[in-house]
Structures are given as C-alpha cells and as structure tokens.
Nanobody
Framework: QVQLVESGGGLVQPGGSLRLSCAASGSIYSINAMRWYRQVPGKQRELVASITSGGTTTYADSVRGRFTIDRDNGKNWVDLQMNSLKREDTAVYYC???????????????WGSGTQVTVSS
C-alpha cells in the first residue's frame, strides 16, 4: 500500500522559516510529479509548488522567491523549504504525488494527511 507522510509543520513567527518533508512509502514502481498544496478553512485547496521527476519546478505567484521545492528520486521524498513566512501562509499543507504502484500499470494521485503551518507572533 502506497502512503505519503508529511512532517515539519508547526508555529513560526512572521519572517521565519520552516521546512516540510514528505516521504512516499510502499510498493512503488515510479513517481512522476510531486506537489505541495495548502488549504485554509472555507477556501479551495491551492497548489503551492510542484516538481517533475526531471527536476522542473513551478511555484504559485504568492510564494515564488520565498519557497523552494526539492526532491530525492532515489529516496522518494519531497521537501518544501519555506522562508520569509507571512501570516497569509498559515494553512494545512498537503503533499501530493502521481505514483505508479508496482501492482498497477498506471499512475494515480496520492495525498498525505496534511500538516499544519501557523505563522503568528
């Protein structure tokens, strides 16, 4: 069974930094894109950053220049380094990945359970 597990959330002051990590485990054949989303109550889930298996990255305009997404294909993890955090970055952050399990001929989207990031003084 394939799982995504996030870690690294917490409380940080405005201007501070946090690093989120997401590890994929299970019987995995391959992982394509890996992404970080975030969601605040009452709003739609928002794509924050994504990275392809080849390392091409994209960012939401609101985080570009402050957040960096990185991955290790050999170890099946993806990180999100968040610097210069603002109060409006407060949200639950979710890891997402397009994964092909060994028992399947196609990829599916998998989600972690989320980790809370709170930016407050």
């Amino acid at each position: 069974q394939v799982q995504l597990v996030e870690s690294g959330g917490g409380l940080v002051q405005p201007g501070g930094s946090l690093r989120l990590s997401c590890a994929a485990s299970g019987s995995i054949y391959s992982i394509n894109a890996m992404r970080w989303y975030r969601q605040v109550p009452g709003k739609q889930r928002e794509l924050v950053a994504s990275i392809t298996s080849g390392g091409t990255t994209t960012y939401a305009d609101s985080v570009r220049g402050r957040f960096t997404i990185d991955r290790d294909n050999g170890k099946n993890w993806v990180d999100l380094q968040m610097n210069s955090l603002k109060r409006e970055d407060t949200a639950v952050y979710y890891c997402n990945a397009a994964i092909r399990p060994r028992i399947s001929a196609s990829s599916s989207d998998y989600w972690g359970s989320g980790t809370q990031v709170t930016v407050s003084s």
